[in-house]
């Protein structure tokens, strides 16, 4: 018979782990308990004999005394005054032809007469019309004038007592082996029935029910913890399911029509009989199509390295402000051409562990948005309040002692509440027109820096307007926050948006 044939002669639950574990443990538990008991019997036993052999060896004294000083018929009385009470003590006097002087021992074995010390023995007990065998335990003595005296002490009680452990023990052995059998086969059923059930879940989720989940009892317990892991791991996965689906969906949708124009502007430049001069600029035109198309493509790479968290060991302790401030320098010039001027603070340095090109990409993608929304608000306006005076946007960090906040604010249309967490997603665009260039991966890139540095990013209402706070986790160790700051000023040099 095959081993596979075997095991499903064998109950399930006898073969599950935790039945295993029960087994070993109750086979551990039943050894101790023999080792125990073993321990007990032994001294019990130890301590009953040498408590006889001491009872006897007194009486066997005190006797001996007596046959000194008072010979034999002394020695006759205090035989016959001990064995007239009914009781366990045993004796028997003969003479040098082995005749009974005196005690309450009818015969004996021959070969007991030549035994040294303790002993033990059967003798003949009469109860009535009955008589049966019983064992005593005693000491042989050799008087003078070939007289011989034994004195003994009926252990029966003894052997009952040891008779009386052995079968407490027995039965508690078994006992113990039958509950545990018995607590081993229903603990794996309880196990067992919670792991089919996540089994089953499992085999839904293959089969394409991606919503299922694994039930909590709401015990606490190991298994419940192991269910609100996989079921957080399976909310993630199904997470990135649908954003993966989202993203094909919106790769689909926004590069479809940039590659339909780049194509036709190709296909227009062949076709024509124009100048040199109009098909270079044609082919330009084509040129800076195939490089928004790059540079879209190059935001989906470093999105999906961020947030595969590949980037993080090239970090390195650097000051905030001075990256921040740096950005803010690059852009003002951008955004005086736009009319919009910038506000920049920041008290004193603020020293982080992080990717200064990353967070310098994050920092210009900000400002980057702030200036298109409020020149696109700005334009949107009535003469008479474009002729207002400009609210600037406002750049500031906020040191919030183990993370800093990056805050980025404008005057620009804002974002409703509603689709604040919905922007953050790739390809998302609110404005339906597309009259604003970009990809809508701008805030995605944020996001993902954000969560990169342990932090995230808040949206917020700047009435009107929007405002935007990057929160990010310092992660510093005190030996770096010290080296840093006696360390010269780290700047970094920005780059380009998205």
């Given at each position: 018979?095959?081993?596979?044939?075997?095991?499903?002669?064998?109950?399930r639950?006898l073969?599950?782990?935790?039945?295993?574990?029960?087994?070993?443990?109750v086979?551990?538990?039943?050894?101790?308990?023999?080792?125990?008991?073993i321990?007990?019997?032994?001294?019990?036993?130890?301590?009953?004999?040498?408590?006889?052999?001491?009872?006897v060896?007194?009486?066997?004294?005190?006797?001996?005394?007596r046959?000194?000083r008072?010979?034999l018929?002394?020695?006759?009385a205090?035989?016959?005054?001990?064995?007239a009470?009914?009781g366990n003590a045993?004796y028997l006097?003969?003479?040098?032809?082995?005749?009974?002087l005196?005690?309450?021992?009818d015969?004996?074995?021959?070969?007991?007469?030549?035994?040294?010390?303790?002993?033990?023995?059967?003798?003949?007990?009469?109860?009535?019309a009955e008589?049966?065998?019983?064992?005593a335990?005693?000491?042989?003595?050799r008087?003078?004038?070939?007289?011989?005296?034994?004195v003994?002490r009926?252990v029966e009680?003894?052997?009952?007592?040891?008779?009386?452990m052995?079968?407490?023990?027995?039965?508690?052995?078994g006992v113990?082996?039958?509950?545990?059998?018995?607590?081993?086969?229903l603990?794996?059923?309880?196990?067992?029935s919670?792991i089919d059930?996540a089994?089953t879940?499992a085999h839904s989720?293959?089969n394409?029910?991606?919503?299922q989940?694994?039930?909590?009892?709401?015990?606490d317990?190991?298994?419940?913890?192991?269910s609100?892991?996989?079921?957080?791991?399976?909310?993630?996965?199904?997470?990135?399911?649908?954003?993966?689906?989202?993203?094909s969906?919106?790769?689909?949708?926004d590069?479809?029509?940039?590659l339909?124009?780049?194509?036709t502007?190709?296909e227009?430049?062949?076709?024509?009989?124009?100048?040199?001069?109009d098909l270079?600029?044609?082919?330009?035109?084509?040129i800076?199509?195939?490089d928004?198309?790059?540079?879209?493509?190059?935001a989906?790479?470093?999105?999906a390295?961020?947030?595969a968290?590949?980037?993080a060991?090239?970090?390195?302790v650097l000051?905030?402000?001075?990256?921040?401030?740096?950005?803010?320098?690059?852009?003002?010039?951008?955004?005086?051409?736009q009319?919009i001027?910038?506000?920049?603070?920041?008290?004193?340095?603020?020293?982080?562990?992080?990717?200064?090109?990353l967070?310098?990409?994050?920092?210009?993608?900000?400002?980057?948005?702030?200036?298109?929304y409020?020149?696109?608000?700005?334009?949107?306006?009535?003469p008479?309040?474009?002729?207002?005076?400009i609210s600037?946007?406002?750049?500031?960090?906020?040191?919030k002692?183990?993370?800093v906040?990056i805050?980025?604010?404008?005057?620009g249309?804002?974002?409703?509440?509603?689709?604040?967490?919905?922007?953050?997603?790739r390809?998302?665009?609110l404005?339906?027109?597309?009259?604003?260039p970009?990809?809508?991966?701008?805030?995605?890139?944020v996001a993902?820096?954000?969560?990169?540095?342990?932090?995230?990013?808040?949206?917020?209402?700047?009435?009107?307007?929007?405002?935007?706070?990057?929160?990010?986790s310092?992660?510093?160790?005190?030996?770096?926050?010290?080296?840093?700051?006696?360390?010269?000023?780290?700047r970094?040099?920005?780059?380009?948006?998205?």
């Amino acid at each position: 018979m095959t081993g596979g044939k075997q095991r499903t002669l064998i109950p399930r639950v006898l073969l599950a782990t935790p039945f295993r574990l029960s087994a070993i443990y109750v086979s551990i538990f039943c050894g101790i308990v023999a080792l125990t008991f073993i321990y007990v019997y032994v001294n019990v036993q130890a301590f009953l004999t040498r408590d006889t052999v001491a009872a006897v060896q007194m009486d066997l004294d005190v006797l001996q005394d007596r046959f000194r000083r008072g010979q034999l018929s002394a020695l006759e009385a205090a035989i016959a005054d001990r064995s007239a009470p009914a009781g366990n003590a045993l004796y028997l006097l003969t003479d040098g032809q082995g005749r009974r002087l005196a005690g309450n021992l009818d015969a004996v074995s021959s070969d007991l007469w030549n035994t040294e010390g303790p002993t033990t023995f059967s003798f003949r007990r009469t109860a009535g019309a009955e008589s049966s065998e019983a064992p005593a335990l005693g000491l042989v003595s050799r008087l003078p004038g070939n007289f011989r005296l034994i004195v003994a002490r009926d252990v029966e009680r003894q052997d009952r007592v040891r008779r009386l452990m052995r079968g407490a023990f027995f039965i508690g052995y078994g006992v113990i082996a039958l509950v545990g059998f018995i607590g081993g086969v229903l603990m794996s059923r309880k196990i067992l029935s919670r792991i089919d059930e996540a089994s089953t879940t499992a085999h839904s989720i293959m089969n394409g029910n991606l919503a299922q989940r694994i039930r909590v009892t709401g015990r606490d317990d190991e298994l419940d913890r192991l269910s609100l892991n996989l079921n957080a791991m399976l909310d993630r996965i199904q997470d990135l399911m649908t954003g993966l689906k989202d993203v094909s969906d919106n790769i689909a949708h926004d590069l479809k029509t940039p590659l339909h124009r780049l194509r036709t502007r190709a296909e227009r430049a062949l076709k024509s009989s124009q100048s040199p001069q109009d098909l270079a600029e044609a082919l330009g035109a084509v040129i800076e199509e195939a490089d928004a198309l790059i540079q879209t493509f190059d935001a989906l790479l470093n999105i999906a390295r961020l947030e595969a968290g590949s980037r993080a060991e090239s970090y390195g302790v650097l000051d905030i402000c001075t990256l921040v401030r740096d950005v803010v320098d690059l852009y003002e010039p951008v955004g005086e051409e736009q009319g919009i001027p910038f506000h920049f603070s920041c008290a004193g340095n603020i020293l982080i562990a992080g990717e200064k090109h990353l967070l310098g990409q994050a920092v210009a993608n900000l400002l980057d948005n702030a200036i298109k929304y409020a020149a696109s608000s700005r334009d949107g306006a009535q003469p008479e309040e474009s002729d207002a005076e400009i609210s600037p946007v406002e750049i500031g960090l906020e040191d919030k002692g183990e993370s800093v906040d990056i805050v980025v604010a404008d005057r620009g249309p804002g974002i409703p509440a509603k689709d604040r967490e919905r922007v953050l997603q790739r390809f998302v665009r609110l404005q339906p027109s597309r009259s604003i260039p970009g990809s809508g991966l701008g805030l995605s890139l944020v996001a993902a820096v954000a969560r990169l540095h342990g932090g995230s990013v808040m949206l917020e209402d700047n009435n009107p307007g929007l405002k935007v706070r990057v929160r990010l986790s310092k992660n510093l160790t005190s030996d770096q926050a010290g080296r840093a700051a006696a360390a010269p000023e780290m700047r970094a040099q920005p780059h380009a948006a998205i």
